[in-house]
């Protein structure tokens, strides 16, 4: 069974400065997404970036980036330039790809980031 | 308007009670699920239906019991509620396997308090 964690459970960054979260998984298949979901205190889950294991390339939206290791099935969140409305926590998530996969996320525990002004 | 709509939004109900927490998706997805997130913010799948049929069933107690009308829709109603079942539920859904993005897209939440 595939596991996800995430070993940061707080992370605290300075506004304008470049926070990185943590996330590690477990599997033996070789195609499948990677995930980092935001929950602000709305609790509302907002997707923030998606990773198709079978691309080298690292997945890049504005000022979130991922660090992608598939040998070390490493997958971190790096975000430039934080700003207070980043302050939520992050969740790590992984998706089966393929063919009769249930297309259900598995999720790391999170990771509370704090940003300070 | 909204993509995944749960209703309500919040739930206090007493130990023993049966509620029902309502989900629409207006995306044209075919797959929609439940998952639960506990005290510790900890999420975990709960249910998915694909095309009204029941793909996924995580040894959820079957006090639960899900209910896919149309694949638009998807239900879930809790018999007997226990101190226990206090939680978020959280609604998705997402277009087939292969198709799109492979992208959840979730709703608001519910959050159920048992007394």
């Known amino acids: 069974a595939q596991t996800v964690t995430q070993s940061q459970p707080e992370m605290s960054v300075q506004e304008a400065e470049t926070v990185t979260l943590s996330c590690t998984y477990d599997t033996s298949e070789s195609d499948y997404y990677l995930f980092w979901y935001k929950q602000p205190p709305s609790r509302q889950m907002i997707l923030v970036i998606r990773?198709?294991?079978?691309?080298?390339q690292n997945a890049t939206e504005n000022r979130f980036s991922v660090n992608f290791q598939k040998a070390a099935k490493s997958f971190s969140l790096k975000i430039s330039d934080s700003q207070l409305g980043d302050a939520a926590m992050y969740f790590c998530?992984?998706?089966?790809?393929?063919?009769?996969?249930?297309?259900?996320?598995?999720f790391g525990q999170g990771t509370t980031l704090q940003v300070k002004p | 308007d909204t993509a995944v709509s749960q209703t309500p939004k919040y739930l206090v109900t007493q130990m023993g009670n049966d509620k029902s927490i309502k989900c629409e998706q207006n995306?044209?997805?075919?797959?929609m699920y439940w998952y639960k997130q506990d005290s510790k913010k900890f999420l975990k799948i709960m249910f998915s239906y694909n095309n009204k049929e029941l793909i996924i069933n995580e040894t959820v107690p079957n006090r639960f019991s899900p209910k896919s009308p149309d694949k638009a829709h998807l239900n879930l109603h809790i018999n007997s509620l226990e101190l226990g079942d206090s939680a978020v539920y959280f609604c998705?859904?997402?277009?087939?396997?292969?198709?799109?993005?492979?992208?959840?897209?979730f709703g608001a939440g519910t959050r159920l308090s048992v007394l």
């Open positions: 990773q198709e294991a079978y691309k080298q």
């Open positions: 998705a859904s997402s277009p087939p396997t292969g198709q799109g993005e492979n992208i959840q897209y």
């Open positions: 998530a992984y998706r089966s790809h393929g063919s009769g996969n249930t297309g259900k996320l598995i």
């Open positions: 995306l044209g997805h075919d797959t």
